[in-house]
């Protein structure tokens, strides 16, 4: 029996079946690692070695293989005994006539071991930069027995995220034995076989080298039919057109990219408001970019709410597009966008927008020809606070403010003085809130002057209403005898409603020279007029008496005492 006679039956029943495959440098390679270890002198069937029978089917499969394909050969333990690093490209990886390859091969003569697992990674590093996918096919009669760990190397194979297959064809190997190289095909989905004769490892080998058709890499754009904008999100179910199995499902931009076997396929295709289908055929190579022209079916509005007195775009808007003929309404809300898109059936509508107390509305004609910009202005409610106050009150007097039409309990009353820009912090929002109409008791300022009483709104801290008020010098706020005894008690009498302190300090001392935390609660006045007592200092001199305002510190009365001996 001759061997590449074998090779033409079993080759021509998978041709029959479907045809080798010729591609180009770009897209394919292979590699044969072939092992030529010294065990392949071993006799296998009708007193013919290893070698002998693997050289036969190499010599058909070299035959009757396509010569346009790239292949190449890395062989190991042919030159020398014993060395684990006797592995030699033989054939570079190229197109080359079936008579090289079947040379290429006969001419090695098995004597060495089997570092099968450097082999691959030698057959790898031969694999073209262009190849879109490749095969790794060893051949070999042995295990591994130069330390190598084949299935360490599979694993680096499949990390790389390349297209590589490697198979294992096991010659002359027990079961067991050809199991242990399992991980090298189960790694990167290459097959594995166990072959006992010729006619087995030329089955082996034809099957491996049946390559299925490259997949094309396709681009597919929804694009809006009007004007050929790309759409920036779809949902795609891309299928087969004569088996309608499903290629492509999933929710995805609007310009995907999909690897595809040749053949024809049909894309239906939906996105808000739009829908599209489209029929289209992969080539075997160079597949163009289909675009599927997306027909409208929702009017789309872009809806934007602005504030009528500065213009600025408002968040957190609630919308309400209400159908004038159905009367069906289409609820939405803004939330980080400048223009909200919102999808309605065609026809007239009324637009309606709040946003806290502030709101608006807008008519529209929603159609499929043009999506359309609307800018709705929101605004509040007028609001009329009238204020009750006395149009005069003395320095740090307390008294009474009315108010009626307050907007909220929230609002806040500032007394300022007059034409300043106040800075209203927080907490003085929160001190100064009105709680409603009602009558609310304000202190004025110990400083003498023109203020205006003003009534800020809590939703927006805007003046809604103003009062100007007079603040005049209190009257006599304190008076003590000109002379007294060393520690001695004596009366001071107080009064013009300010809260403070009154101090006897040294003479000469500085207004601003403040004294103690301490010493200023334990001489505190309450403002109200009355009589407090102080206890002059036990050595002689002159003093001064300080009446000290409360929250400014400012000196609010000074007068001389003598201490006398």
């Known amino acids: 029996m001759l061997m590449p006679n074998l090779f033409r039956t079993v080759l021509t029943t998978a041709l029959l079946a479907g045809p080798l495959a010729a591609q180009d440098s770009a897209e394919h390679a292979s590699v044969i690692v072939f092992d030529a270890s010294g065990s392949m002198w071993a006799q296998l069937e009708d007193g013919k070695s290893r070698i002998e029978i693997a050289r036969e089917v190499m010599d058909g499969f070299a035959d009757e293989r396509d010569a346009d394909g790239p292949i190449g050969v890395v062989s190991y333990g042919h030159n020398r005994r014993g060395d684990c690093g006797d592995i030699e490209t033989v054939l570079p990886v190229g197109q080359h006539a079936g008579s090289d390859l079947g040379a290429t091969i006969r001419a090695l003569n098995p004597r060495g071991k089997t570092p099968l697992t450097d082999a691959m990674a030698q057959a790898r590093d031969l694999l073209p930069r262009t190849a879109e996918s490749a ?59 166990t072959t006992q004769s010729g006619t087995e490892l030329a089955a082996a080998l034809t099957e491996v080298a049946e390559i299925a058709p490259a997949t ?65 055929t992969v080539p075997e190579r160079d597949a163009p970019p289909v675009e599927i022209e997306m027909e409208k079916t929702r009017a789309t509005l872009l809806l934007r709410a602005e504030n009528a007195d500065t213009g600025a775009t408002l968040q957190g808007v609630d919308w309400v597009a209400i159908n004038l003929e159905t009367e069906e309404q289409v ?64 320095a740090g007097a307390s008294f009474d403010v009315t108010i009626d039409g307050a907007d909220s309990d929230k609002d806040y009353l500032v007394l300022a003085p007059e034409d300043s820009a106040e800075e209203v912090s927080r907490y003085q929002r929160m001190d100064n809130r009105v709680g409603g109409d009602g009558t609310k008791e304000i202190t004025a300022p110990s400083d003498p002057g023109d203020y205006e009483l003003r009534y800020h709104l809590a939703r927006d801290n805007t003046i809604a209403a103003r ?40 003479e000469g001392r500085a207004p601003d020279d403040i004294v103690s935390r301490y010493d200023r609660m334990k001489n505190s006045v309450d403002g109200d007029e009355g009589t407090i007592t102080r206890t002059a200092p036990e050595t002689p001199g002159t003093y001064l008496l300080r ?18 001996e």
Do not use: K
Not at 347 to 357: F, K, L, T, V, W
């Open 135 to 193: 095969d790794i096919i060893l051949i070999t009669d042995g295990l591994e027995n130069c330390g190598g760990d084949p299935c360490a190397l599979a694993a680096e194979f499949a990390a790389e995220g390349i297209d590589l297959r490697a198979h294992v064809l096991g010659f002359a190997l027990e079961e067991s034995e050809v199991q242990t190289l399992s991980c090298v095909p189960e790694q990167t989905g290459g097959q594995l076989f």
């Open 216 to 280: 094309q890499s396709v681009t597919l754009t929804a694009i809006d039919a009007r004007d050929g904008t790309p759409l920036p999100r779809a949902t795609w179910n891309v299928a087969e057109d004569e088996t309608g199995e499903t290629a492509f499902d999933a929710h995805d931009g609007g310009r995907v990219t999909l690897d595809l076997m040749p053949g024809d396929y049909a894309a239906d295709v939906r996105a808000p408001g739009f829908e599209g289908m489209a029929e289209f």
């Open 331 to 394: 609820e939405a809300a803004t939330e980080n966008e400048e223009y909200l898109p919102i999808l309605l059936p065609p026809g007239d509508y009324r637009i309606e927008a709040s946003h806290d107390d502030m709101a608006g509305a807008a008519s529209v004609s929603a159609t499929l020809e043009d999506d359309q910009r609307i800018d709705v202005a929101l605004a509040a409610p007028e609001v009329e606070i009238d204020l009750a106050a006395p149009a005069e009150v003395q």
């Open 467 to 506: 009062q100007p008020l007079t603040v005049t010098q209190a009257d006599s706020l304190m008076t003590a005898p000109d002379e007294v005894r060393p520690e001695t008690a004596f009366d001071v009498t107080v009064g013009g409603g300010i809260p403070g302190y009154v101090v006897i300090v040294e």
């Open 547 to 564: 009446y000290h305002a409360g929250d400014d510190q400012r000196v609010l009365a000074e007068q001389t005492i003598r201490v006398a």
